[in-house]
C-alpha cells in the first residue's frame, strides 16, 4: 500500500478525478497529443499536412470552414491558422516552387489538386525550362555526363507525369503539350541545344508521362495524332519538312522510330492505325514507302546491320493491304525494297539472291488485298507493266528472281482465267481479265 503522499498515489487520484469529470458531463475533448481518432501524432510535419477537420458547433465555437476557393490570395488577409499548404496564400506556390528540386515538385504535385495546378503553371513557364536547359548544358562538365542528363531527364518526366495523373483525360493533357511547346522552343533556342524531354529518353519517354492521364483509355490514334502535330510546330520537326525534298533512307528511319517509340507508348492506341494517318500527311510517295520499310525492318542504322526477314515482308504486305495503299504505291514500295535488297545482295550482307524479300512482301500484299481478281484493270495494267520493267531491268544471271516473278505473274494469270474458262471454251469470247492473264503469260514468257 502506497503511503498518500506519494507521487504514484497523487497520479491515481488525478486519474480518478479526471474520469469522474467526465462522467458528470465534463469537457470530452482528446488531449494535445492525441488526433480525434485517438492516435498519437509524434510527426508534427505530417499532422500539419493534413487537412484540419472541423469540429461541429456545440458548446465550443468551432472555426468557420476554409473557402471553396483552391487558392486564397494573400489580398484577402491571412487566416488566424494556415494549418494545410492548400491554406497558403496564391502568391507564395511560386515562391516556394521555385526552390525545389525537380525531385521534390514532383511529390508536391501528388500532394492536393491546388498544388498541382500550381506545378502545371510552372511546367508552361518559360522560367523552367530555361533552368531545365541550364542543369541540362551544366551536365557536359561532369566525368560522366550521360548519367547526369539521365538522371535531370528522369526527374523533368517524373515531374510531367506527376502533372498529368491529375488532369481529368486526354483533351486537358493535349492542351498542357500545347501550352509547353511555344517557351520549350525558345529555350531551345537560347541555348542552340538539344531538348531535354526529348533528347535523352525520346519521344517514347515524354509520351508515357502524358498516358499517365486520368481515363487513359480514351486515347486514340487521332488524339495522339494530334499531339505530334503540337510537337511538330516545334524543333523536333516529328511530322514537317519541306515538301520539295524527299527524305533520305537515314531520315525516314529516325521518322519511323520517334512515331513508333511515341505511338506506343499509349496503351490504348494501336501504333499501326497511328502510322497510316501519319503517311497520309506525307506528300511523297517516296516517303512513305521509307516510312514503311523502316518501321518493319532495317536497312540504315548506324548501330543496327542490315535486318530484312521474309517474316518482315509479311508483316510489311498485311500492312500495306491493311492500309488500302492505292496500286501506284505498292509499286513505288517494291520499287524501294527491290533496290535496298539488291545493294544487301552485291555486298554480301546477306546470303540469299533474288530478292527473295522482296517478292515474298509482293505476294503477302496480294494475297491479303485480293489482287488482282478484285482491283480494277487500270490497276491490274499498273502493276503488270512494273513486273514488265523489274523483268527487263533484271540482271541476266539472276535467274532466282526472274523464276520467282515468273511464278508470280502465272499465279496472278491463272486466278484471272480460272471464272472464265467454261466462257472461254464455250463461246471463245474474251473480256479484260482473259486478255489480262494472257498477257502476264507474255510477260513471264518474254
Known amino acids: 500500500m502506497h503511503p498518500v503522499g506519494s507521487s504514484t498515489t497523487r497520479a491515481a487520484m488525478s486519474r480518478a478525478n479526471d474520469r469522474s469529470g467526465t462522467e458528470a458531463g465534463g469537457d470530452d475533448r482528446t488531449t494535445d497529443d492525441e488526433d480525434e481518432d485517438g492516435d498519437f501524432q509524434d510527426d508534427r510535419h505530417l499532422q500539419a499536412l493534413k487537412r484540419k ?7 465550443h465555437a468551432a472555426p468557420e470552414p476554409p473557402s471553396s476557393e483552391p487558392l486564397r490570395s494573400a489580398a484577402a488577409g491571412p487566416r488566424a491558422h494556415a494549418t494545410t499548404m492548400d491554406d497558403l496564400p496564391l502568391e507564395v506556390y511560386p515562391l516556394i516552387i521555385a526552390h525545389l528540386q525537380m525531385h521534390a515538385a514532383a511529390r508536391l504535385a501528388l500532394v492536393s489538386t491546388v498544388w498541382n495546378a500550381a506545378l502545371a503553371q510552372r511546367l508552361v513557364s518559360a522560367d523552367f525550362h530555361t533552368r531545365l536547359q541550364a542543369d541540362y548544358a551544366a551536365c557536359r562538365g561532369s566525368k560522366e555526363p550521360w548519367k547526369e542528363y539521365l538522371a535531370v531527364a528522369d526527374d523533368a518526366l517524373r515531374l510531367l507525369g506527376a502533372v498529368t495523373c491529375r488532369l481529368d483525360g486526354p483533351a486537358t493533357t493535349i492542351e498542357l503539350v500545347r501550352r509547353m511547346v511555344p517557351v520549350i522552343v525558345q529555350a531551345h533556342d537560347r541555348f542552340e541545344g538539344e531538348e531535354l524531354f526529348f533528347h535523352v529518353k525520346g519521344f517514347g519517354g515524354f509520351a508515357e508521362a502524358l498516358n499517365k492521364c486520368r481515363r487513359a483509355s480514351e486515347w486514340s490514334a487521332e488524339k495522339v495524332l494530334e499531339c505530334m502535330d503540337i510537337l511538330g510546330q516545334g524543333p523536333f520537326r516529328l511530322l514537317e519538312k519541306a515538301d520539295s525534298i524527299s527524305l533520305h533512307l537515314e531520315e525516314a528511319c529516325n521518322l519511323a522510330n520517334d512515331i513508333q517509340s511515341f505511338a506506343g507508348a499509349f496503351s ?3 501504333d499501326e492505325a497511328v502510322l497510316k494517318l501519319c503517311l497520309d500527311k506525307m506528300p511523297e510517295r517516296s516517303d512513305r514507302s521509307k516510312v514503311i520499310m523502316s518501321w518493319f525492318a532495317c536497312f540504315f542504322d548506324e548501330h543496327e546491320p542490315y535486318d530484312f526477314t521474309e517474316d518482315d515482308a509479311a ?23 527491290r533496290g535496298q535488297e539488291d545493294e544487301a545482295e552485291g555486298a554480301d550482307w546477306i546470303g540469299t539472291r533474288g530478292c527473295l524479300c522482296t517478292v515474298a512482301t509482293l505476294r503477302a500484299w496480294a494475297r491479303a488485298a485480293s489482287f488482282p481478281t478484285q482491283w480494277p484493270a487500270q490497276a491490274r ?10 523483268s527487263a531491268t533484271n540482271a541476266a544471271a539472276d535467274v532466282a528472281f526472274e523464276g520467282r516473278v515468273a511464278k508470280l505473274a502465272i499465279n496472278w494469270a491463272m486466278e484471272l482465267l480460272a471464272p472464265h474458262v467454261l466462257v472461254l471454251e464455250e463461246t471463245g469470247v474474251t473480256d479484260g481479265p482473259v486478255l489480262d492473264a494472257t498477257r502476264l503469260l507474255q510477260i513471264v514468257s518474254a
Open 53 to 59: 477537420r472541423w469540429q461541429p458547433a456545440g458548446a
Open 268 to 270: 490504348s492506341v494501336d
Open 315 to 337: 508483316r510489311i504486305g498485311l500492312f500495306v493491304a491493311s492500309a488500302a495503299l492505292p496500286i501506284a504505291d505498292v509499286v513505288d514500295l517494291i520499287d524501294h525494297l
Open 381 to 390: 495494267t499498273s502493276m503488270f507493266v512494273a513486273l514488265s520493267r523489274w
